[in-house]
């Protein structure tokens, strides 16, 4: 089964500052999407971004973009000019293109990093 | 608002109780997954269904059961509850079409409690 990785469970950044946060994953397969998700303190997941691995545009939504690097099996998330509201726990995801008998059309999602976001 | 329904939004219950838990997908998704959140922990996937048939199995206790109604809303039934079972519980759906990203979109979330 493939897997996820987040490496800092906690990550800081001062208002209005850029932040980068890490995940990497493992697979064998070639065609794949990735997502990063938002929980804020009220626990809804939010959809941050996405890309998909046959692109290799990296994906940007206004302050939010992807650091795509395929070879090496990392999908990082950079936050531009951060904003209180930023403050949350971010999961990177992966889904694989096929779907397969025993695993389905699962989502793999790694622990999260907290994030905080200093006045 | 993602379009995905979760019913109820809190439960309190005792230990050896069952309960079950509702979730309406997006209007068009096919498929839904069950997710379980325990306090300041990660997601674990329990169960996906895609058009009333069982697709996927992750971490699901033989205590919880699921299904998918033909018309398309999911119930989770959780029995003989423990107080490790204490948690929110999230319902997320997918369109799943060939060629799309399908990502999922959550419910809101069902937290559990119990005592």
């Known amino acids: 089964a493939q897997t996820v990785t987040q490496s800092q469970p906690e990550m800081s950044v001062q208002e209005a500052e850029t932040v980068t946060l890490s995940c990497t994953y493992d697979t064998s397969e070639s065609d794949y999407y990735l997502f990063w998700y938002k929980q804020p303190p009220s626990r809804q997941m939010i959809l941050v971004i996405r890309?998909?691995?046959?692109?290799?545009q990296n994906a940007t939504e206004n302050r939010f973009s992807v650091n795509f690097q395929k070879a090496a099996k990392s999908f990082s998330l950079k936050i531009s000019d951060s904003q209180l509201g930023d403050a949350a726990m971010y999961f990177c995801?992966?889904?694989?293109?096929?779907?397969?008998?025993?695993?389905?059309?699962?989502?793999?999602f790694g622990t999260g990093t907290s994030l905080t976001v200093i006045p | 608002d993602s379009g995905v329904t979760q019913t109820p939004k809190h439960l309190i219950t005792a230990t050896g109780q069952r309960v079950t838990l509702r979730c309406s997908p997006r209007s068009g998704d096919l498929s839904v997954y069950w997710y379980q959140q325990s306090l300041d922990q990660g997601l674990q996937f329990l169960i996906q269904y895609y058009n009333g048939e069982e697709r996927a199995k992750g971490n699901i206790l033989e205590r919880f059961s699921a299904q998918q109604f033909p018309d398309l809303h999911s119930e989770l039934n959780l029995s003989s509850l423990e107080l490790g079972d204490s948690a929110l519980y999230f319902c997320?759906?997918?369109?799943?079409?060939?060629?799309?990203?399908?990502?999922?979109?959550f419910g809101p979330g069902t937290r559990l409690t119990v005592l």
């Open positions: 995801a992966y889904r694989s293109v096929y779907y397969a008998s025993n695993t389905g059309n699962q989502f793999y």
């Open positions: 997320a759906s997918s369109v799943l079409v060939a060629g799309a990203y399908n990502e999922q979109f």
């Open positions: 890309q998909e691995a046959y692109k290799q």
